[in-house]
């Protein structure tokens, strides 16, 4: 991945490919931000001026090359938008820094070195920049020829050196040191969401799960298809039963020590979603590889948790599962056993993820965890409610969802509490079953939590985070945010669990 360097050499002097400023809306015109002082001296004073006559006004997606004059060691600056600038003696916001940040990157794919001198007045402003950048520099090319001459792939940024970060102090080289680990998961994430699902298969997902827990002293605990029957496992095999690549349930856990609070992590890998025989028609499936980022956030998160060192114990659970079709499926009608003994109406093999997440949850409820957590894209309903870049968040504890939401808000992650209306709960009443895994159209999202609801373990806090819109980034990329996989929830989750360890939560 792009390395981070923090340097204290200046702008103008720090040998690289590019050196990256920040340019903010002012009252009167584009406005330099501060960092980049050096970098406006070599430009006599005149560089906002310059992007000005340029077209750039300082909003945020903005970027502008410019050849560097004399007395700049990099040869092209890099000028991005910031957006408003703050008010005499404010600071810039840290999402904003981030998407800055991640555009500057983006733009200079293929680059080897690029000094960022964007404004960096504190640790979190570093930590901003440093995320935004690594984030931006993703590039999913694992199935492409590479060979650029051909239109194939170029290489992404190499190396991002942070100025104005001090190198020297130990909160700037923390944060730098988290905002690596965070970001190399949610790369990884990304990556298993972008792979394609006949190659990521749930048994390809657990040897990656597996490989990562030695690497990172993780216990990793597979449950495959033999000891999902044995187990019980009603929901999980269910689902995977008309698939080909058989399911599987795994357990990671990070374990800090004995006296440590204790986070569960649940999240829906669906490696493909086909609908099943209540198969999706054209134009909904081609996506659909994207169903396991639930669990690919999860993943990612506690390899994250394990490699920071966190002071909170953290374990999580992949659902894992294919969806589809064939003589061997579940059909609309089937009753199937859950893990917790209930007993599920299948009335639409499309409703899956709840299947699956409600073995899992029921499964992480036995460990009495402070709190539960999961993960999913569960439900097209969500997309339609919160658009493509904003997660619905639930839980059966008001404190703990305004909790999470509040998480969410400060890492940068766009989220929105929903209700679980109690009296959704009779549209799943099944007159074969204890409860059907379908309800009521109206509000089918929350109809979704409500069903997970129901294989939490009595007591245990639990919030719900249905991903459906934002896992998936399908239109151009923007700030730190590719297209393909974007890795949602990751820096909520992480974030969460520190908040645990921090005695803040739970
Ligand atoms: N994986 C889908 C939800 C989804 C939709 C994720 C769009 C990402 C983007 C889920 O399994 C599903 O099919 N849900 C159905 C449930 C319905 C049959 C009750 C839905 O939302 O339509
Ligand atoms: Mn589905
Ligand atoms: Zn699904």
Redesign the pocket.
């Known amino acids: 991945m792009t390395a981070l360097t923090l340097s204290t050499a200046g702008a103008a002097t720090l040998r690289a490919d590019a050196v990256v400023v920040g340019v903010a809306k002012g009252a009167k015109g584009p406005v330099i931000a501060p960092g980049a002082e050096a970098v406006d001296t070599a430009f006599d004073g005149k560089l906002a001026s310059v992007l000005d006559t340029l077209g750039a006004s300082g909003a945020e997606g903005e970027a502008i090359k410019l050849p560097s004059p004399a007395g700049l060691k990099a040869p092209v600056v890099l000028a991005v938008g910031l957006g408003a600038a703050p008010e005499k003696g404010g600071a810039y916001g840290a999402e904003a820094l981030r998407r800055a940040a991640g555009t500057a990157a983006r733009t200079l794919t293929g680059a080897k070195k690029a000094a960022f001198a964007l404004p960096i007045g504190s640790p979190e402003d570093a930590a901003a920049v440093a995320e935004g950048a690594l984030l931006g520099a993703y590039a999913f090319t694992a199935y492409q020829g590479g060979d650029s001459a051909k239109g194939g792939a170029k290489a992404p940024l190499g190396e991002v050196a942070l100025l104005g970060a001090k190198p020297r102090d130990k909160a700037y080289k923390a944060v730098a040191e988290r905002a690596v680990a965070l970001a190399e998961e949610i790369n990884r994430a990304r990556d298993l969401i972008n792979t394609p699902p006949n190659d990521l298969t749930p048994e390809a997902f657990a040897a990656v799960a597996s490989a990562a827990g030695k690497e990172h002293g993780i216990k990793v605990q597979i449950l495959d298809e033999k000891a999902l029957v044995k187990g019980g496992f009603g929901g999980i095999l269910g689902v995977g039963q008309g698939s080909a690549n058989p399911p599987r349930l795994v357990k990671l856990s990070y374990t800090h020590g004995k006296n440590a609070k204790h986070l569960a992590l649940v999240g829906k890998g ?1 490696t493909y ?1 086909s ?1 099943g025989i209540s198969l999706k028609p054209a134009g909904h499936n081609e996506t ?1 590889k ?2 396991m980022s639930g669990a690919a956030a999860v993943f990612a998160a506690v390899v994250a948790a394990a490699r920071l060192g966190l002071p909170v114990n953290v374990t999580g659970w992949l659902a894992l599962a294919e969806n589809m079709p064939s003589g061997t499926a579940t059909r609309p009608g089937d009753v199937l056993r859950m893990y917790s003994g209930k007993t599920v109406e299948v009335l ?1 093999t ?4 709840r299947l699956v997440l409600g073995d899992a949850l029921w499964k992480a409820s036995e460990e009495k965890p402070d709190a539960i957590v999961d993960v999913a ?5 969500m ?1 339609l409610a919160l658009g493509n870049r904003t997660f619905g968040v639930m839980a059966n504890d008001d404190a703990f969802r305004t909790a999470v939401h509040e998480t969410a808000e400060e890492v940068g992650e766009q989220s929105w509490p929903m209700p679980l209306p109690a009296e959704l709960r009779k549209g799943m009443d099944s007159p074969t079953a204890d409860i059907a895994n ?1 309800g009521e159209r109206m509000g ?1 999202g929350l109809v979704a939590g409500l069903f997970l609801q129901e294989f939490v373990g009595e007591g245990i806090t639990w919030a719900h985070l249905d991903i ?1 819109g934002p896992a998936f980034h399908e239109g151009a990329p923007y700030g730190y945010t590719p297209k393909g996989g974007t890795g949602s929830s990751v820096r909520t989750l992480v974030r969460l669990a520190e908040r645990m360890g921090e005695g803040d939560l739970g």
Not at 350 to 353: I, K, L, N, R, V
């Open positions: 669906i979603d609908g659909m994207c169903d639409n499309d409703a899956e993820g894209t569960l439900t097209g309903a997309v379908m089918s459906a």
